[in-house]
């Protein structure tokens, strides 16, 4: 069966510093991959999506930027953290052939 | 664009009683809708899906929902609610953007449920 692996689960950075949120997938290939941010109180926003290596497509100009180095891998990288890029991160993906997206566990974010 | 909505944001019931989840969609062609619930700090999961077919489907942990065409609109229900029910849960609707198939969610409810 096909898991989802996020990390780290939570942290605490201070403003300035750099992000990088990892996000493996194991048990499929070539998944859609996708980044969400959750702000405190709010929906869900879609950060990123990609659907094969090196390709990426951004939904929301920002600081934050997105890779995928492998197949099964996608990482979530600031080099500048904002206050306001606190919040809920969640990684997903889904099947080529499906219309199911399946989350992980999310990391929180906190930025001091 | 799609869009989704969620009219309450926080619902309260008592545990046994039934349960009613509101969410409406625009979307220009047939939607394919998500039901998710997230427990607190924890990711999302899926309780059912509509892609097409019969408008009734059963998901897990006893929740149904319902599509109806002609009110644009996916509530989520459950005859009897258990304490564990509680978190909040999303309402999401499905398109193509590109190439990768996309959800656009709704603002969330809120189900608290009192012993």
């Known amino acids: 069966s096909q898991t989802i692996h996020q990390w780290p689960a939570t942290l605490v950075q201070p403003v300035g510093s750099p992000l990088s949120l990892e996000c493996t997938v194991e048990?499929?290939?070539?998944?859609?991959l996708y980044w969400y941010r959750q702000a405190a109180g709010r929906g869900l926003q879609l950060l990123f999506y990609s659907v094969g290596i090196g390709q990426i497509s951004s939904e929301v100009p920002q600081n934050l930027s997105a890779s995928r180095p492998q197949d099964r891998q996608f990482i979530l990288s600031s080099k500048k953290l904002l206050l306001s890029d606190s919040g809920f991160y969640l990684c997903a993906w889904s099947p080529g052939t499906e219309d199911t997206i399946y989350f992980g566990e999310g990391s929180w974010l906190t930025v001091v | 664009a799609q869009s989704v909505t969620q009219p309450d944001i926080h619902i309260t019931v008592s545990e046994g009683a039934s349960l009613e989840l509101r969410c409406n969609y625009s979307?220009?062609?047939?939607?394919?809708l998500f039901w998710y619930v997230q427990s607190p700090g924890q990711g999302l999961q899926l309780l059912l899906k509509?892609?097409?077919?019969?408008?009734l489907v059963q998901g897990i942990k006893g929740f149904e929902a319902e599509f109806k065409r002609s009110q644009s609109s996916f509530n989520l229900r459950k005859p009897s609610v258990h304490w564990s029910d509680a978190a909040e849960y999303f309402c999401a609707v499905g398109a193509f953007s590109g190439s990768a198939r996309q959800l656009t969610f709704g603002s969330g409810t809120q189900l608290t449920v009192l012993p």
């Open positions: 979307y220009g062609a047939t939607p394919y």
């Open positions: 048990g499929t290939s070539n998944p859609n």
């Open positions: 509509y892609f097409s077919g019969d408008t």
